[in-house]
């Protein structure tokens, strides 16, 4: 059978990373991994080549088209869908992916036949087979199947305990893409996935009712064997919380440590964990640990406390205190709560000011993703459910300043970080200021400022709320 798997764009309105980084879609390379000795696989990434769908699907007519989703992608996916419905009409439909898993009832759409919940590999796996068989999905775990009676789940399908019976990720469907992707100042960028899911209660984060609350490793072998074997110097695990089991990071940081692989690597992890296992971190900077993300989230200690952080401003510090000693930069992200004021930004500025390993800075409104515990508590005042809004950059709960003088002390914070990047890395020398891979990010940050400028228009008015300060 012929097998069409896309990555959609994002969408005209989103803000964000997209303009700044291009990451392989590591989803879709599982998935394809998975069947590609059965069948003819094909690849579209729609995120660097939007216009690859269209030509691909004059020669290639797929009888199984399958597309991923974040939530800002629910449109732009169902409109690839839709492109490869007119062009194979009787193809099969699938969506699956972080989005369809927690909200499915988004993809509950005459152009969707089934939507996979939770790990699709497995799953993607047994449609394939089914659909070149019998074209019976009913007994597949872990689905929702368009009927005549409207969408119907099938039995839930258990998590797994491991990422080990999982494929390498097949990227030789991503071969002409490769060149193309890249994460911030980086080229030449692989992304892995060491593990899946993360156990702790932050009520903002999707993340957990994703894996609930369940950390899912794969061995430290496997990893290994993986890096071993790209061709790519920087490395992003593409984890919840990679370091969430410290002694497993202790086995594969050795093992690239002895092996003599030098790459660098950037890996997401949480405070209190930088601070228990800062001997396991010591050895990842000697491993090549080039970047930590780590949700500093608020400097108001009543802040962290209810979003069910379970770390203080005094855990933060040591931290970033330890990262520091180590060499290791951190990319700090920072929440900017509704009753946000230009003091909390200068707050936040003279902060990073204050501690030079923190590298990058993110500054992230609020944004209560379905699913979640604070969407739960919240989603009475939200403005929109327009989903390409939920970007991590639009204002979707009203605010006490307006809307637009939030999005201009945004675009100051992200023109600090820029400059602080530049003097830190020391960019400013001609042959790396107006290289490609620094042009592509001021490129990338201009389009940015360009959206942040007019985002207020995005998100309905709401009337301002009164200042409610929080103890610091």
Known sequence: MKILLINPPCGPRTIGLKNMAKIEPLGLELVGAGVSREHEVRLVDMEVAPEDLTPTLRDFRPDIVGVTSEIVHVETALAALSEAR??????????GGHHPTLCPEDFFDPLVDLIVLGEGVEPFREICAARAATGDYTTIQGLVRRTEQGFVRTTPRPLPRDLNSQPKPDRSLTARYRDRYFYLFEDSVAAIRTSAGCSFPCDFCSCRIYSQGLFIPRAPELVFEEIAALDEDFVMFCDDHSFHDPERMRKLGQ?????????????????????????VFALWAKVGLFLVMTGVESLRSATLQSIGKKTDRDINEQAIAVLA???????????????????DFATIDRFVDEHRSILLVEVTPTTPFPGTTLYRKIKDQLLTQDRQLYDLQHFLMPTTLP???????????YGKTVWRVIKRLRLWYPQVLFSRRVLRVITGILRNQKLLYRAHLDVPAAPQVPAARQPR
């Open 255 to 279: 093992m690239l440590l002895d092996a003599g692989i030098k790459k660098r690597y950037f890996a997401y992890a949480r405070a209190d964990s930088i601070v228990a296992d800062r001997d």
């Open 403 to 413: 809307p637009a003088e939030l999005y201009r002390l945004m675009m100051k914070s």
């Open 325 to 343: 000693e180590l060499g290791i930069n951190m990319s700090a992200g920072f929440l900017v709560e509704p009753d946000f004021t230009a003091a």
């Open 86 to 95: 007119a062009a194979a009409p009787q193809c099969l439909t699938v969506v």
